[in-house]
C-alpha cells in the first residue's frame, strides 16, 4: 500500500554531509509520520529522527545539531540532511513511515559509510 524508497547513501570523510531522500509512493494518505532508523553491522535497528504531519520532528541525542529531518510534501519525499559525519554515524539507514492502520512500512535502506 506504501512503498518507501531511499537514496543518497555512500561513502563520505569524518566531517562531511550526504543528504537521504526517502521517496513515498502508493497510499500516501494513510501516512502518519516519517522516520529515519540505522543499523550498523551486529546492531539493533535505532531510531535516528521523526517527522510527523504536523511538522514536529525529534532526534536521538547523538545526532541532534548534525542531522536535520524534512520533508516536501509536493514530491512525497521525507530527507536526513546529515552534516560533521562521525565514524560512528556509519549503518544502514532506512526510512520508515508509521501508517494510520497502525502498520509500518519499511525502505530497502541505503549504506552510509562515513570513513577516512
Known amino acids: 500500500q506504501v512503498q518507501l524508497v531511499e537514496s543518497g547513501g555512500g561513502l563520505v570523510q569524518p566531517g562531511g554531509s550526504l543528504r537521504l531522500s526517502c521517496a513515498a509512493s502508493?497510499?500516501?494518505?494513510?501516512?502518519?509520520?516519517m522516520n529515519w532508523y540505522r543499523q550498523a553491522p551486529g546492531e539493533e535497528r535505532e531510531w535516528v529522527a521523526t517527522i510527523t504531519s504536523g511538522g514536529y520532528t525529534a532526534y536521538v541525542d547523538s545526532v541532534k545539531g548534525r542531522f536535520t529531518i524534512s520533508r516536501d510534501n509536493a514530491k512525497n519525499t521525507v530527507y536526513l540532511q546529515m552534516n560533521s559525519l562521525k565514524p560512528e554515524d556509519t549503518a544502514v539507514y532506512y526510512c520508515?513511515?508509521?501508517?494510520?492502520?497502525?502498520?509500518?512500512?519499511w525502505g530497502q535502506g541505503t549504506q552510509v559509510t562515513v570513513s577516512s
Open positions: 502508493g497510499s500516501i494518505f494513510s501516512i502518519n509520520a
Open positions: 520508515n513511515a508509521n501508517l494510520r492502520s497502525r502498520d509500518n512500512a
